[in-house]
């Protein structure tokens, strides 16, 4: 049973190129969040999406988009990279059952450098 | 707005001291708390998940308690070996399935 995967393993842009990353939900699941995490930090929430519509957002602004497929992988965009995007991007999915807090499971991560 | 604090931010213990991890949050209003753990420029390993209805949950050496009275949740590391080194993340859960984490606690279990 294949876990969680993220494509690709790292990546390095300039700023104010665009840049997309891939995910693979864990089997069975229909849920993926987005996280970014700068060095030194704890993970911080993107988005979440869930039958292929944005559920939730954070504080993140427009130029991090997203997008849902039928088979549940997702895609991350970011446009317009600034030297701040530099970071290590999670992927996370999950099973909406209760929606009273289901275990996410976390993919390896995209590691992000923007020179 | 839910912040997480973890302390201590890095901790280094000899191989087999008992160690308690520390991780407190702002807003009570949570479905469950979570403990990750994180190898260097990996992804996070769940280690262990607590209801908001529960007050402790076990794995192995591993045990983490949660008081959402005081915001409060600890991960006590028992008889700890090298192979535990890495960073200990706390994450409270909100409403729909959105994680909040705290910055991390570096540990450093020396041979």
């Known amino acids: 049973d294949a876990g969680v995967t993220q494509s690709p393993t790292h990546l390095i842009k300039t700023r104010g190129q665009q840049v997309t990353l891939r995910c693979s939900p864990k089997?069975?699941?229909?849920?993926v969040s987005w996280y970014q995490q700068a060095l030194g930090q704890g993970p911080q929430f993107i988005f979440q999406?869930?039958?292929?519509?944005?559920?939730q957002r954070g504080n993140f602004p427009d130029r991090f988009s997203g997008h849902q497929f039928p088979n549940y992988s997702s895609e991350l965009n970011v446009n317009a990279l600034l030297l701040g995007d530099s970071a290590l991007y999670l992927c996370?999915?999950?099973?909406?059952?209760?929606?009273?807090?289901?275990?996410?499971?976390f993919g390896p991560g995209t590691r992000l450098l923007v020179l | 707005k839910q912040e997480v604090t973890q302390i201590p931010a890095a901790l280094s213990v000899p191989e087999g001291e008992n160690l308690v991890l520390n991780c407190s949050f702002t807003?009570?209003?949570?479905?469950?708390l979570q403990w990750f753990r994180q190898d260097p420029g990996k992804g996070l390993t769940s280690l262990l998940l607590?209801?908001?209805?529960?007050r402790e949950q076990t794995s192995g050496r591993l045990n983490a308690s949660l008081d959402k009275s005081s915001g409060r949740s600890t991960l006590y590391i028992a008889a700890s070996q090298p192979g535990d080194s890495a960073t200990y993340l706390c994450?409270?859960?909100?409403?729909?399935?959105?994680?909040?984490f705290g910055a991390g606690t570096i540990l450093r279990v020396k041979s």
């Open positions: 999406y869930y039958e292929e519509e944005e559920r």
């Open positions: 607590i209801q908001s209805s529960q």
């Open positions: 996370a999915s999950s099973l909406v059952t209760s929606g009273r807090g289901e275990t996410q499971y």
């Open positions: 807003d009570s209003a949570i479905y469950n």
């Open positions: 994450a409270s859960m909100e409403y729909g399935n959105k994680l909040v």
């Open positions: 089997s069975g699941h229909d849920t």
